[in-house]
C-alpha cells in the first residue's frame, strides 16, 4: 500500500507539475480532489473486517468484550448480541445482579436472559461502545451470538460466498 502511494505521488507531481503552470486554479481543485480521495481510501481500509466462513458454514471469529478476547458466532436472526453466563463473567460484567426476566428463543430451544450493557465491543479494528447484550443462565448456550445489536452499527455487512464483510463508518 505504501509503495504504491509513493508511486502515485511522484506520477502525480510530475504530471502536475505540468498542469500546475498552464493552469493554476485547476491544479488547486484536482489536487484537493487527490487528496481527498486517499484520506476517504485509506480511513475506510482501516474499518472493514473479513471474516471467512468456518468449516461448519458459520461466521465465526474472536471478539474482544470490555478488553476479554472471546469466540462469538455471527447470527443476524439475533436481534441482539447474547453472550454465556461464562463469557460474561470473565468480561467483568455485573451478573450477580442480573435479571433473567427477558424471554429468548435459541436454537435450543426457550430460555430467560438478562439485559446488560457491553462498555466496549470490538471486532478487529471495528470498537463500539455501549452494546446492549442479554446474557443467559449457565449452561443454557455453549457459543456467544454476535447479533443485530453490534451489526446495526456498523455502515454495511454483506454475505459473500466465502466470506462476510463488515463495515464500520469511517
Known amino acids: 500500500m505504501t509503495r504504491f502511494l509513493l508511486v502515485m505521488i511522484v506520477l ?19 489536487k484537493h480532489s487527490l487528496l481527498n480521495a486517499v484520506y476517504q481510501h485509506k480511513h475506510r481500509s482501516a474499518r472493514v473486517v473479513e471474516v471467512s466462513r468456518s468449516h ?3 461466521f465465526a471469529l474472536r471478539a474482544r468484550i470490555n478488553g476479554v478476547a472471546t469466540p462469538m458466532v455471527i447470527d443476524t436472526g ?7 453466563y461464562e ?18 428463543e435459541t436454537a435450543g430451544g426457550r430460555v430467560r436472559a438478562a439485559r446488560l450493557t457491553l462498555d466496549r465491543l470490538a471486532i ?9 447484550a442479554l446474557v443467559v443462565p449457565r449452561g443454557q448456550m455453549k457459543t ?11 455502515e454495511s455487512w454483506e454475505v459473500r460466498p466465502e ?4 463495515q464500520g463508518y469511517p
Open 12 to 30: 502525480v507531481a510530475t504530471g502536475s507539475s505540468l498542469f500546475a503552470i498552464q493552469d493554476p486554479k485547476g491544479f488547486q481543485n484536482a
Open 56 to 58: 461448519n458454514g458459520d
Open 78 to 84: 439475533a436481534t441482539s448480541v447474547v453472550l454465556t
Open 87 to 104: 463469557t460474561a463473567k470473565a468480561a467483568g460484567l455485573p451478573i450477580e445482579l442480573a435479571h433473567y426476566n427477558v424471554d429468548v
Open 124 to 132: 478487529g479494528k471495528l470498537v463500539e461502545l455501549s452494546v446492549p
Open 144 to 154: 456467544n451470538l454476535l447479533g443485530m445489536s453490534f451489526l446495526n452499527r456498523l
Open 163 to 166: 466470506k462476510l464483510v463488515l
